[in-house]
């Protein structure tokens, strides 16, 4: 048996909005500890790494390992039918082909039941080994995917340098060029508002501006982005989910044949 | 020229 009820089902329509750009169907691995997902787009330039973790729940139960094969749309059209401020529980019997989701209004005067069945999908893990990266740079999601947004004007592809001064996100095109410098911010009341910039050394790296673009998708998740950078590894983009765990992107770089 | 290499390329499947 699997149960697992969350009494903001805001959140989880915003990790959906935040992984449909990039996968169709996807794999939700249940176990104990929580829900992960781990599925790379179809170009395979990128990979989605999703963790939920048990004790961020608000009722979460998994008797036996359980892997959920869903497709994505289909699970957008079900949580489109929860309203804002409704509970959501995901409910699943062991081996079953179906996944439950009930939503449940404030006071419980409206309750809706739906079903939705379950894929086999093939998956494919891959082996992501622990990194110690060479410059880790947090900053506003909001201000990220601004920056994202005006620099895939330019170009398909834009850099990512980041000195311990700042970090500069560049682009160039047929109509001209573009780059955007970003200073560590001094000292500012809120933390969220920050860019902090921890550097080992400097990094320059070159990236597909339509995956750093889907990427943020998640922005309604969390305040602050995170990126991790090395040279000729991929990317990482992390984004928080409050106490409940975390959205994390790879994106492989463009590196020089 | 820059290449785009895929995933694979850095993490190897489980």
Known sequence: MFEARLVQSAILKKVLEAIKDLLTEATFDCSDSGIQL???????????????????????????????????????????????????????????????????????????????????????HL????????????????????????????????????????VKFSSAGDIGSANIKLAQTANVD??????????QEPVSLTFACRYLNSFTKATPLSAQVQLSMSADVPLVVEYKIGEL??????LAPKIED | KKRQFNIHHFYLGQ
């Open chain 1, 38 to 124: 781990q599925a790379m787009d179809n170009a395979h330039v990128s990979l989605v790494s999703l963790n939920l973790r048990s004790d961020g729940f608000d009722k979460y139960r998994c008797d036996r390992n359980l892997s959920m094969g869903m497709n994505l749309g289909n699970m957008t059209k079900i949580m489109k039918c929860a309203g804002a401020e409704d509970t959501v529980t995901m409910k699943a019997q062991d081996n079953a082909d179906v996944v439950a989701f009930m939503f449940e209004s404030k006071n419980q005067e409206k309750v809706s039941d739906y079903e939705m069945k379950l894929m086999n999908l093939d998956q494919e």
């Open chain 1, 127 to 166: 082996g992501i080994p622990e990194t110690d990266y060479s410059c880790i740079v947090k900053m506003p999601s909001q201000e990220f995917a601004r920056i994202c947004r005006d620099l895939s004007q330019f170009g398909e592809s834009m850099a990512i340098s980041c000195t311990k001064e700042g």
């Open chain 1, 190 to 199: 809120a933390e969220e508002e920050a860019v902090v910039i921890e550097m």
């Open chain 1, 245 to 250: 765990g975390h959205i994390r992107y790879y």
